[in-house]
C-alpha cells in the first residue's frame, strides 16, 4: 500500500451495511481511545446517527441537528450518541460492512426501528417488496 | 460563528432590500408611465385571451370546461392587474393617467365578469356577442398604451 | 433484441422525456414563445445538453459504484457541504413537489371546469396510493406512455401551417424582438435553464438506475435513454414555445397560466387534441410528481445512509417511506394554502438556476475520480462538455437573482 491512507477517506462518511447487506447508516463519528500515554491512540467505537453527526458539525447547524437527534431516538441511552464496537467492523474497503445483522444492534437506527413498528408497518401491504 | 451569523445577516439584509426594491411602488413620473404602459399592455392581453377563448368555444375548437376556466384565468388576472395599478399613487401631474387607466380596467373586469356568469349558466349563445364587446375594449387598450408610450395623455 | 429488452430500452426512454417536461417547462416555454418567439429555443439545446451530460455523468456513476451520486458526494466531500447541498435541494424540490403536484390539479381542473384546489388533495391521495401500490418501474412506464401524448404539441405546429421562414429566422436570432428589453431577455434565459435543466432530473436518472439494478452491462442501454429521451424532451419544450409563437406573439398576449399553454392546440387540432394535450399534461405533471417527490426522499436517505427506495418492502425502508409521505403532506398543506402555484414555480426554478453549478460540480469531480470510477472514468467529451455546462451554470446562478430582482420577474 503506497497511498497514504486517512481514516477522513476510508472510513468516515461511508456508509455502513450490515451482514445481510441492509443499509444502515454512515459513519458519523468515531470514537478513539488512547490506551496508555505513548501509545498509538485506537478506534474503538464507530458512531452512528445524526446525533453524532450534529456533535461533529458543530456550530448552530450541527447543534439543532443533535438536539432533534436526540429526541428523535426510540431509546433513551444516557451514554450519548449511537455506538458500534469496531470488533463488529469487517471489511471497509468500500462500504463499512458489520458482521452482525441490524437485530443484533438494538441501539442503532432506533427511529427506523420505531417507525416501521408503529407507523409504516401497520399500513397494509408494508412487507411487500417489488418483485 | 460571529462571521457567519454576519453574513448570513447580511445576506438576509440584502434579500429583503432586493424584495423590497422589486415590490417598491413607482416614483417618479417616468416609472409612472411605464408601469401605467405594462398595466394597459396586460389588460388588453387578457381581454384578448378572453375573445380567443370565446371564439374558440363557438367554433367547437376546444371544450365548454377549457373555456370557462381560461376565462376565469383571464378575469382573476385583470382584477388583479387593476387592482395592483390603482393602488399605487400617481403623480401630481398624472393624475389624469391614472383615471384612464382604472376605468379601463373596471370597464374589462366587468366584461369578464359578465362573460365568466354568462358561461356558469350554460348561455354560450350569447357568448359570442360577448367577445364582440371585448373586441373594442381590447382596441382602446391598444390605443391607450400607445398614448402613454408616446408621452401623451 | 429480445421484447422485454425492447421494451425496457423505450420506457426509460420515455421516463426521461417525461422527467424533462413538467409545469415549470409547460407554463416558462409557452410565455417565452409568447413574448420572445422561437427566440431562445438555443437555451432549450443548451440544456439538453447539458442535463443529458450530467444525467449520463450521474448514471454511470451508479452503474460502475452501484450506488447513486449524490451518496458519494457525502462520501468524498465532506458531511459539511453535502448538508448545504442537501438543505438547498429540499428547499428547491419540496417547492417543485407542490407546483408538479398543483400542476395535475390544473390539468383536472382544464378537463372538468372544477376549481383545482378541490383537485389538490385528490391529486395527492392518487399518489400516495400508487406510489404504495406499484413497484418502482410500472410507474415509470405508466407515465412515459401517457407523456408521449406531449408530442400531440409537435403535431399542432404543423397543423398551424407556419411560416417555416419566419419560425426559421426567430429561432436564429438570438436577442429580444422588438418592444422587449435585454435585461427581461436574459431573465428567461436564466428561468428556462432553472426550468429545464433541474438538479432532481440527474439524482433521479441516477437513484433510477439503483431502483433498476443498472450494472456496468447496462451502460449502452442507459446512454440510449439518455441521448433519446432528453433530446426529444428538448424537442417537445421547442414545440410549445413554437405553438405559443404562432397563435399568441402577433397578438401581444402574455402567458400565465396552464390554459393558455393547451389553448394553441385547441385552435389547431380541435377537441381532441385539447383532450390528448391535457391527458398529456396530467402524465407530465403527475410523472414530475413522482420524481421530485422520490428526489426529496433519496436526497435525505442517501445523505443519513438510510436504506430507501423501492427495492425492499417499505417497513424496512421505514425513514425513508415516511420522509416521502411528510413531504407530500406539506405539499399538499402548501398547494391548499392557495398561494399561486405559478409564482412558486419561477421562484423555485430562479434558485434551482442558483443552485446549479453546486450540484454539477461534485458530479463533474467524482466522475473523474480514477479510484471510484476504474475504467469508465469521464473521457475527453464528458469532460469538455460538463466543464462547459458547468462554467455556464456559474454565470447563470450569478445572474440569475440580480435579474430577478431588476426586472421584476420578467415584468419589465
Redesign the interface.
Known amino acids: 500500500m503506497t497511498r497514504h491512507q486517512s481514516v477522513r477517506f476510508t472510513l468516515l462518511?461511508?456508509?455502513?451495511i450490515d451482514v445481510d447487506d441492509?443499509?444502515?447508516?454512515?459513519v458519523?463519528d468515531l470514537l478513539w481511545e488512547q490506551p496508555s500515554p505513548g501509545e498509538q491512540p485506537l478506534i474503538t467505537h464507530v458512531l452512528v446517527g445524526?446525533q453524532a453527526?450534529g456533535d461533529?458539525?458543530g456550530?448552530i447547524?450541527g447543534w439543532l441537528m443533535a438536539h432533534v437527534a436526540a429526541r428523535l431516538r426510540g431509546t433513551t441511552d444516557p451514554e450519548g450518541p449511537t455506538r458500534v464496537p469496531t470488533q463488529l467492523v469487517g471489511d471497509h474497503q468500500?462500504l463499512v460492512r458489520l458482521r452482525v445483522p441490524l437485530s443484533e444492534l438494538p441501539q442503532v437506527a432506533g427511529?427506523?426501528?420505531w417507525?416501521?413498528e408503529n407507523?409504516?408497518?401497520r399500513?397494509p401491504?408494508?412487507?411487500?417488496?417489488?418483485? | 460563528m460571529t462571521r457567519r451569523v454576519l453574513a448570513l445577516v447580511a445576506a438576509a439584509l440584502l434579500v429583503a432590500l432586493a424584495l423590497w426594491y422589486g415590490q417598491a411602488p413607482p416614483r417618479s413620473s417616468e416609472m409612472y408611465r411605464k408601469r401605467a404602459e405594462e398595466t394597459v399592455q396586460a389588460m388588453r392581453s387578457q381581454a384578448q385571451v378572453a375573445t380567443f377563448w370565446l371564439r374558440a368555444a363557438s367554433a367547437g375548437r376546444v371544450t365548454r370546461e377549457a373555456a370557462t376556466v381560461g376565462i376565469e384565468d383571464a378575469e382573476g388576472d385583470a382584477g388583479a392587474t387593476s387592482a395592483e395599478f390603482a393602488g399605487w399613487d400617481p403623480p401630481a401631474d398624472l393624475v389624469g393617467l391614472r383615471d384612464e387607466v382604472t376605468d379601463a380596467g373596471d370597464d374589462l373586469t366587468d366584461a369578464l365578469a359578465d362573460v365568466r356568469i354568462a358561461a356558469h349558466h350554460g348561455q354560450w349563445g350569447r357568448l359570442s356577442e360577448a367577445a364582440g364587446q371585448l373586441d373594442p375594449l381590447a382596441d382602446r387598450l391598444a390605443s391607450l398604451g400607445t398614448r402613454v408610450r408616446e408621452g401623451g395623455r | 433484441m429480445k421484447p422485454s429488452k425492447l421494451l425496457a430500452f423505450t420506457l426509460g426512454t420515455l421516463s426521461a422525456i417525461g422527467g424533462f417536461i413538467d409545469i415549470g417547462d409547460l407554463v416558462a416555454d409557452a410565455l417565452v414563445g409568447a413574448r420572445f418567439g422561437l427566440a431562445l429555443a438555443w437555451v432549450t439545446v443548451l440544456s439538453v445538453v447539458g442535463i443529458a451530460c450530467y444525467a449520463e455523468m450521474s448514471a454511470r456513476i451508479t452503474v460502475q459504484t452501484r450506488r447513486p451520486a449524490f451518496d458519494l458526494i457525502r462520501s468524498r466531500l465532506g458531511p459539511g457541504y453535502a448538508l448545504a447541498g442537501l438543505l438547498g435541494a429540499l428547499a428547491v424540490t419540496g417547492l417543485l413537489v407542490m407546483a408538479e403536484l398543483s400542476g395535475v390539479a390544473l390539468a383536472l381542473q382544464l378537463a372538468t371546469s372544477v376549481h383545482y384546489l378541490l383537485w389538490v388533495p385528490v391529486a395527492a391521495a392518487l399518489v400516495l396510493v400508487l406510489v404504495w401500490v406499484l413497484p418502482f418501474e410500472t410507474m415509470e412506464r405508466i407515465y412515459g406512455l401517457l407523456g408521449l401524448t406531449m408530442l400531440v404539441f409537435v403535431v399542432a405546429v404543423w397543423h398551424l401551417i407556419p411560416d417555416w421562414f419566419r419560425l426559421w429566422s426567430s429561432a436564429t436570432t438570438p436577442a429580444p424582438p422588438a418592444g422587449e428589453t435585454w435585461p427581461a431577455y436574459l431573465f428567461f434565459v436564466v428561468t428556462l435553464i432553472g426550468a429545464q435543466m433541474t438538479p432532481y432530473e440527474m439524482f433521479f436518472f441516477s437513484s433510477g438506475a439503483v431502483e433498476s439494478r443498472w450494472g456496468p452491462k447496462d451502460l449502452t442501454e442507459m446512454r440510449v435513454n439518455v441521448l433519446v429521451g432528453f433530446p426529444l424532451g428538448g424537442l417537445l419544450a421547442i414545440a410549445i414555445q413554437a405553438v405559443a409563437f404562432l397563435v399568441f406573439f402577433d397578438a401581444g398576449i402574455q402567458v400565465e397560466h396552464l390554459s393558455e399553454t393547451v389553448l394553441p392546440v385547441g385552435l389547431a387540432l380541435g377537441k381532441i387534441g385539447l383532450a390528448i394535450a391535457l391527458i398529456g399534461v396530467f402524465a407530465a405533471t403527475f410523472g414530475a410528481t413522482l420524481e421530485t417527490l422520490f428526489s426529496t426522499g433519496y436526497q435525505l436517505a442517501q445523505y443519513f445512509g438510510w436504506s430507501y427506495g423501492k427495492v425492499q418492502p417499505p417497513a424496512q425502508a421505514a425513514r425513508f417511506t415516511t420522509s416521502i409521505a411528510s413531504m407530500l403532506l406539506l405539499a399538499t398543506a402548501l398547494a391548499l394554502t392557495t398561494i399561486n402555484p405559478i409564482t412558486v414555480t419561477i421562484v423555485a426554478v430562479v434558485f434551482s438556476a442558483t443552485l446549479l453549478p453546486f450540484t454539477f460540480l461534485p458530479v463533474l469531480l467524482v466522475g473523474n475520480d480514477q479510484q471510484v470510477m476504474g475504467d469508465l472514468a469521464n473521457g475527453r467529451l464528458s469532460n469538455a462538455l460538463g466543464t462547459i455546462t458547468l462554467g455556464i451554470s456559474i454565470l447563470v446562478s450569478l445572474a440569475a437573482v440580480p435579474l430577478l430582482v431588476l426586472t421584476r420577474a420578467g415584468t419589465s
Not at chain 1, 441492509?22 to 454512515?26: F, L
Not at chain 1, 401491504?125 to 418483485?131: F, S, V
Open positions: 462518511d461511508q456508509q455502513i441492509r443499509r444502515i447508516g454512515r458519523d445524526a453527526l461533529r458539525l456550530g447547524t468500500d427511529l427506523e426501528r417507525l416501521a407507523v409504516v408497518g399500513l401491504g408494508a412487507g411487500d417488496a417489488d418483485q
